[in-house]
């Protein structure tokens, strides 16, 4: 199962096995994810990770 890093709107940084990937432009990238820093439902984006 392949994770992906996502930022919530609080800002905390975590990965997540069950991230939805829709094809709904309108939708935006945007999910509701539970935050384990916040233990809210929170809006959630992916995170572009950079290599140095």
């Given amino acids: 199962m392949e994770h992906t890093v996502v930022r919530c709107a ?3 940084v975590f990965s ?3 991230f939805p990937m829709q094809k709904a432009e309108r939708l935006g990238p945007g999910r509701l994810v539970r935050c384990p820093r916040c233990a809210r439902l ?3 984006v992916p995170v572009t990770l950079q290599k140095h």
């Fill in 10 to 12: 609080d800002g905390h």
């Fill in 16 to 18: 997540t096995a069950s």
């Fill in 42 to 44: 929170r809006s959630a």
